[in-house]
């Protein structure tokens, strides 16, 4: 059971450049979350998605897009990369958005922004 | 605005030792607060997560309690073991945050032999 996984690990870009990151779950999950993670700022939520379909933005949305491609994907994507978005890239998925529900994370997308 | 916060940011201490982790929140409404290890280089896991209405919850060597009035929440590991070694994350879900969780910036936990 892989539960959520990411790829790539580790990527380095050039300001300018595009990418997506690349997260898919199996556990059957309805809502999916994309979080960067910086020194000193801890985590920060990104976008997410609450079911297949939909995307709302989070706290820090400007300069990224995603896509909630089924219910299994959910993909993070820069269109023009900035050294401001060097960071940890993390995708987690819950059962829906109750309160009750755990976030279950994947190892994390290590992004440099040269 | 809605914070947490984590103190210390860094406790070493000698294996076998019982230990407090701690965690403060500034909003007593909450949904819930959830407990989370992160090792050097890897992801989140879940440890425990307590709902608003309850005051604590238990997996094998770890205790978390949650004081809304006071907005403080500790994890307690007994008898730490070098294994527990690992980044403790306490997030927090506010009403007001819609889905969002609200993260500390985590206690750098190391437990020498």
């Known amino acids: 059971n892989a539960g959520v996984t990411q790829t790539p690990k580790f990527q380095v870009l050039k300001t300018g450049q595009s990418m997506t990151l690349q997260c898919a779950q199996d556990m059957n999950h309805n809502s999916m979350y994309w979080y960067r993670q910086d020194p000193g700022m801890g985590l920060r939520l990104i976008y997410y998605?609450?079911?297949?379909?939909?995307?709302d933005k989070g706290e820090v949305p400007n300069g990224y897009n995603v896509s909630r491609l089924n219910k299994r994907e959910f993909s993070l994507r820069l269109e023009s990369a900035a050294p401001s978005q060097t960071s940890v890239y993390f995708c987690a998925s819950s059962e829906d958005l109750l309160a009750k529900n755990i976030q279950y994370f994947g190892a994390g997308t290590r992004l440099s922004v040269l | 605005k809605q914070e947490v916060t984590q103190i210390p940011a860094a406790l070493s201490v000698p294996e076998g030792e019982n230990l407090v982790l701690n965690c403060s929140f500034t909003d007593s409404a909450i949904y819930n607060l959830q407990w989370f290890r992160q090792d050097p280089g890897k992801g989140l896991t879940s440890l425990l997560l307590?709902?608003?209405?309850?005051r604590e919850q238990t997996s094998g060597r770890l205790n978390a309690s949650l004081d809304k009035s006071s907005g403080r929440s500790t994890l307690y590991i007994a008898a730490s073991q070098p294994g527990d070694s690992a980044t403790y994350l306490c997030a927090v879900r506010f009403p007001a945050s819609g889905s969002r969780l609200t993260f500390g910036e985590g206690t750098q936990l190391t437990v020498n032999p």
């Open positions: 307590i709902q608003s209405s309850q």
């Open positions: 998605s609450a079911s297949e379909g939909t995307t």
